[in-house]
């Protein structure tokens, strides 16, 4: 059966639609687009790990080349240090012999203004070693263990360059301060061997002076001013060998005043001349005099004796024992005859090949002989006591001075 019509409404002729049309299908409901937004956010992500990522990397890299070059600063400048400190440590040796010689020189021998001229140097060269001190007092910088941000890479980075400067500037003062260490350890080393020089240079006037000193003593002498003349190092020996120096001029002095003392009395004049003759018949000859009442069986009843004993060596050298009754007697032509001979046995140490002397008789034969050359032509040269020497002795025997 139909439905009731509503009359009512019907008349007013409205349409009442449906809330949905049976027809059109039922929308689903929108959504909003995220999916840009999300990729740019991603994309932003990359991007930054990445700037990240390569600042890490540079700065890195960066640190590494800024300890390299810190590094190789380091070593220059401890590098530096150490042969600067090598020759701080030369120098102070140096000094230290200068002193020595300072203090151990007596006056005797070295130059007043040899030692004057090494105190100076050795002055001057401390005012050199003090600021070359304090520059090696500096503390070497180091580095802290490598960070692991890049900011702070970047700093360090920066900290390391400055750092690296410093050791350059501190490495270029070190050996800066080389030449003028060396140029005063030169100074000192050269003043110190003038010093030596100088003593050596005055030894053989000092032996002049003192011509009554033992053979030995001079030797002695001889031999420490030729090591001191030959001496270039300031080191221990340089020292020794001016102590020994010295000692061998002391012992001079000494044995020259021990035969003064012997030669002392009346006869001391004669004697003093005598011996001055004598060397003067012998350049180059070191001679010593001893004196008796009696040698070699002769002196009383006014005889005279001699006895002279020489050495094959170096240098050459004799010694002449003369009795009183020579210096009794001086200047008599006998006295001066006899002292002819007994040099001729004394000078044949520079003419040891001219002669036979391997029998005693060749031996007197040629000091006979040697004094007659001399002009000495008394029989107390010889003569008197072994016969007249063959001429082939007196002409070699004017080969012999």
């Known amino acids: 059966m139909p439905a009731p019509v509503d009359v009512a409404s019907s008349a007013i002729g409205g349409h009442a639609l449906p809330a949905r049309f049976a027809s059109v299908p039922e929308a689903a409901p929108r959504r909003r687009r995220r999916r840009p937004t999300l990729i740019l956010g991603a994309v932003a992500a990359t991007v930054a790990a990445v700037t990240v990522a390569l600042l890490q990397i540079t700065a890195s890299l960066g640190y590494d080349e800024a300890r390299t070059e810190f590094d190789a600063s380091l070593a220059t400048t401890a590098s530096t240090g150490e042969a600067l400190q090598q020759e701080l440590d030369a120098l102070a040796s140096t000094l230290g012999v200068a002193d020595l010689l300072v203090q151990t020189d007596s006056g005797v021998l070295v130059a007043p203004a040899a030692r004057e001229t090494l105190s100076t140097a050795a002055t001057d060269a401390r005012e050199v070693v003090t600021p070359a001190e304090d520059l090696l007092d500096h503390d070497l910088l180091t580095a802290d263990e490598k960070p692991g941000i890049f900011w702070q890479l970047f700093a360090a980075s920066g900290e390391l360059a400055a750092q690296t400067r410093h050791l350059d500037d501190l490495a270029a003062d070190l050996d800066s301060m080389m ?40 030797i002695a002498l001889r031999d420490a001013a030729s090591r001191a003349s030959g001496t270039e190092r300031l080191d221990a020996s340089a020292v020794e060998t001016l102590v020994s120096l010295q000692d061998a001029a002391a012992q001079v002095v000494a044995t020259e ?107 007197e034969k040629w000091a006979t002989a040697w004094a007659i050359s001399m002009g000495f032509t008394d029989d107390a040269n010889g003569v008197w006591a072994y016969g007249y020497p063959p001429q082939s002795y007196i002409d070699a025997a004017y080969g012999c001075r």
Not at 181 to 208: I, Q, R
């Open 179 to 218: 030449p003028p260490l060396t140029t005063a350890g030169t100074s000192v080393t050269d003043a110190g061997a003038a010093v030596l020089h100088s003593a050596a240079d005055s030894a053989p006037a000092f032996e002049s002076a003192h011509l009554s000193a033992k053979n030995d003593a001079v």
């Open 257 to 363: 005043q021990a035969e003064l003392a012997e030669k002392a009395g009346p006869l001391q004049t004669a004697r003093t001349e005598i011996e001055a003759f004598a060397r003067s018949l012998a350049p180059g000859v070191l001679l010593e005099f001893d004196w008796n009442q009696i040698v070699n069986n002769a002196g009383y009843n006014g005889s005279m004796g001699g006895l002279t004993t020489w050495w094959w060596d170096d240098p050459d050298r004799a010694a002449i024992e003369l009795s009183n009754s020579v210096a009794e007697q001086w200047p008599a032509d006998r006295s001066k005859a006899l002292v002819a001979h007994e040099v001729g046995h004394a000078i044949s140490v520079k003419c040891e090949d001219m002669y036979d002397s391997s029998t005693q008789d060749s031996i």
